[in-house]
């Protein structure tokens, strides 16, 4: 099984629409949770952090499920500009740098 | 701040060609990390430094495969002899505790633009 597993998609969306990603990670000892939007041909960016309590950043709310060793990101009222590659990042924090990637979920906001 | 600096952008070179990717971290930042992505991988940890000593490089695919960080603000990646399978692109990332999640406590990677290495 892998560390982290993401649907790689595409998830084609209609502006306006709410589109939800999920990511999976298999060591139930991983601390820390992100997401990162990597656009066409450019370098992954921090999207959001994710924490245990869930939050919130605009249009975009993170959630943590421990239990189920799964993270989800929403995005309400898709933008055009939201069409890109969203990847899940876990590492085992506690001053532990090494963090996984997930191959990354590509989203495409159709007009 | 200029943000992390890696050269060459894009590397086009013959199988068998010795390659050397360079990378310039943020300054402040202790902790360095060298990724490769390809479509099919995804992003791959190739190595990660922290205060210039190599801590992981179980990422490393072989021999062929070597980094050094000689100082705080510079670090390169070298391929010798590259492989047609070695194009990728390949990322470096830097951070800092200062850039630390307060609630996760984890660092925040900065990454570069990315060096697109093609070996024919």
């Known amino acids: 099984r892998k560390e982290v597993e993401q649907d790689p998609g595409p998830f084609n969306v209609p502006e306006g629409a709410t589109v939800a990603f999920n990511c999976t990670y298999s060591?139930?000892?991983?601390?820390?949770f992100f997401w990162y939007r990597q656009d066409c041909r450019k370098e992954p960016k921090l999207l959001m952090s994710?924490?245990?309590s869930g939050n919130e950043d605009g249009r975009f709310t993170a959630q943590l499920n421990r239990a189920s060793q799964y993270i989800s990101l929403l995005i309400r009222d898709s933008k055009l500009s939201d069409s890109a590659t969203y990847l899940c990042?876990?590492?085992?924090?506690?001053?532990?740098?090494?963090?996984?990637f997930g191959t990354g979920t590509k989203l495409q906001v159709i007009p | 701040d200029a943000g992390v600096i890696q050269s060459p952008r894009h590397e086009v070179t013959e199988m068998g060609q010795e390659v050397t990717l360079r990378c310039k971290p943020i300054?402040?930042?202790?902790?360095l990390f060298w990724y490769r992505q390809t479509m099919m991988r995804g992003l791959e940890l190739l190595i990660y430094?922290?205060?210039?000593?190599?801590?992981?490089d179980s990422g490393m695919p072989e021999d062929r495969f070597s980094a050094k960080m000689p100082n705080a603000s510079f670090s390169t990646l070298k391929i010798q002899p590259s492989e047609p399978r070695d194009s990728a692109v390949y990322f470096c990332?830097?951070?800092?505790?200062?850039?630390?999640?307060?609630?996760?406590?984890?660092?925040?990677?900065?990454f570069g633009a990315g060096s697109r290495l093609t070996v024919l």
């Open positions: 990042v876990v590492n085992l924090g506690g001053g532990y740098q090494k963090v996984t």
């Open positions: 994710v924490y245990s």
């Open positions: 990332a830097s951070s800092s505790p200062q850039g630390r999640n307060p609630n996760s406590g984890a660092n925040v990677l900065t």
């Open positions: 430094f922290n205060n210039n000593v190599p801590i992981d």
């Open positions: 300054s402040g930042h202790n902790s």
């Open positions: 060591n139930s000892a991983s601390q820390s």
